[in-house]
């Protein structure tokens, strides 16, 4: 089946630190691939997505690559900021399959 | 403005009391999705609809109806509500179900407890 891996948070860091969450995938199929995030006390919104392998996917200084050979769509930021606290849930979807698929979600804390 | 509104937001009762969750978006969407949110877990899909009056279970449907009699409107019914579906709830929307690069917009989610 289909199913997404995050690294387990809670994840803290400090303010202008390099991140990297992780996710890996597995799918049947092409899975196209998304990050959404969850600011506190508010719904998933999309932060960055890519549909096919080698895609580079970009948004608010977050990227994340397609890696097929590794089946991984890593979440990176150069510069965290307070801002970006939030939970981040790295997500799937294939062709006909009617949903997404979640990881569990990691929780980023940014402190000043 | 485009969006998915849910009512209520938060929502405390007891078990075996009907309520029902409603869920409204403006942007003449085709498919419409209930999640669930539980720690740990991520969000688990409990039924989605391709259309109006098309509702299909998702991974998680004991204990939750849908229907879907508008374009708009997607409630989520809980019958008789049991601890185990205390939760947070999120709706979600999108133009073409089947398109993989269809971007789907949530809701602001209903956190319900059942006491």
């Known amino acids: 089946g289909n199913s997404v891996t995050q690294m387990e948070g809670p994840v803290t860091l400090s303010e202008e630190a390099f991140l990297t969450i992780n996710c890996t995938y597995t799918?049947?199929?092409?899975?196209?691939l998304f990050w959404y995030v969850q600011y506190p006390g508010e719904g998933l919104q999309l932060l960055l997505k890519a549909t096919k392998a080698d895609d580079k996917g970009s948004n608010k200084g977050f990227e994340a690559t397609y890696r097929k050979e590794t089946t991984s769509f890593h979440l990176e930021k150069g510069s965290v900021q307070v801002s970006d606290s939030a939970v981040y849930f790295c997500?799937?979807?294939?062709?006909?399959?009617?949903?997404?698929?979640f990881g569990q979600g990691t929780r980023l804390t940014i402190n000043p | 403005e485009a969006q998915v509104t849910q009512n209520p937001r938060y929502l405390i009762t007891v078990t075996g009391k009907k309520l029902t969750v409603t869920c409204s978006q403006n942007?003449?969407?085709?498919?419409m999705s209930w999640y669930r949110q539980d720690p740990g877990l991520g969000l688990r899909q409990i039924y989605y609809?391709?259309?109006?009056?098309?509702?299909d279970k998702g991974d998680v449907p004991e204990g939750y109806k849908v229907s879907r009699k508008e374009k708009r409107n997607f409630p989520l019914i809980l019958e008789s509500p049991s601890p185990n579906q205390t939760s947070l709830y999120f709706c979600a929307s999108s133009l073409f179900p089947t398109v993989p690069q269809e971007t789907q917009y949530f809701g602001p989610g209903t956190r319900l407890l059942v006491l």
């Open positions: 609809s391709m259309n109006v009056e098309v509702t």
């Open positions: 942007m003449n969407h085709e498919y």
């Open positions: 997500a799937l979807t294939v062709q006909g399959a009617q949903k997404l698929v």
């Open positions: 799918a049947t199929g092409y899975p196209s």
